[in-house]
Antibody, heavy 118, light 105 residues
Framework: EVQLVESGGGLVQPGGSLRLSCAAS????????MHWVRQAPGKGLVWVSR????????SYADSVKGRFTISRDNAKNTLYLQMNSLRAEDTAVYYC???????????WGQGTLVTVSS | DIQMTQSPSSLSASVGDRVTITCRAS??????LGWYQQKPGKAPKRLIY???SLQSGVPSRFSGSGSGTEFTLTISSLQPEDFATYYC???????FGQGTKLEIK
């Protein structure tokens, strides 16, 4: 069974940092591109970032470019999102999701809440 | 960047109704589109991929159509468990529609 489990969310002050993790199981993690998507309270889904299967290529939404870094450790079956210089508008539930080749995001984690507030 | 315009933003309907939700892309995206259902406090669930392919395990009352710039999600006969928010996602460059909240009339 495919499982994605996010962790690392919490309350952080503006300007602070946080690292999210997404532990994958039930599939060959190293074969899939992975994504982060976020959802502010009461709002819609917003794509944040993606990484290819071996970690050599990444892409970011303009709103997080230069502040967030996506990475992965295929030996540990884990995806990461390092978030620096956090702002109030980064407050959201962050989901990791799997991307099958040539298709749309299929499996999603349950999400982890990040709250940026003083 | 490719923009996705989803309509309507909200919809009231009754059990048994047929409903249609539309997503329009600002430029052609072939069939690189998925549809998702999200219930409060839960992760999105994929219903349709490649614009018209039904995800395994999803009831056949859900269907998708379209290619290029215009796409539709149709629910043929609404069931109580279908009341949720629906999103389209173009995976050419990853943009979600704004969402459609489907409520009970």
């Amino acid at each position: 069974e495919v499982q994605l489990v996010e962790s690392g969310g919490g309350l952080v002050q503006p300007g602070g940092s946080l690292r999210l993790s997404c532990a994958a199981s039930g599939f060959t993690f190293s074969s899939y591109w992975m994504h982060w998507v976020r959802q502010a309270p009461g709002k819609g889904l917003v794509w944040v970032s993606r990484i290819n299967s071996d970690g050599s290529s990444t892409s970011y939404a303009d709103s997080v470019k230069g502040r967030f870094t996506i990475s992965r450790d295929n030996a540990k079956n884990t995806l990461y999102l390092q978030m620096n210089s956090l702002r109030a508008e980064d407050t959201a539930v962050y989901y990791c999701a799997r991307l099958p080749s040539g298709s749309s995001l299929d499996y999603w984690g349950q999400g982890t809440l990040v709250t940026v507030s003083s | 960047d490719i923009q996705m315009t989803q309509s309507p933003s909200s919809l009231s309907a009754s059990v048994g109704d047929r409903v249609t939700i539309t997503c329009r892309a600002s430029q052609g995206i072939r069939n690189d589109l998925g549809w998702y259902q999200q219930k409060p406090g839960k992760a999105p669930k994929r219903l349709i991929y490649a614009a018209s392919s039904l995800q395994s395990g999803v009831p056949s009352r859900f269907s998708g159509s379209g290619s290029g710039t215009e796409f539709t999600l149709t629910i043929s006969s609404l069931q109580p468990e279908d009341f949720a928010t629906y999103y389209c996602l173009q995976h050419n460059s990853y943009t979600f529609g704004q969402g459609t909240k489907l409520e009970i009339k």
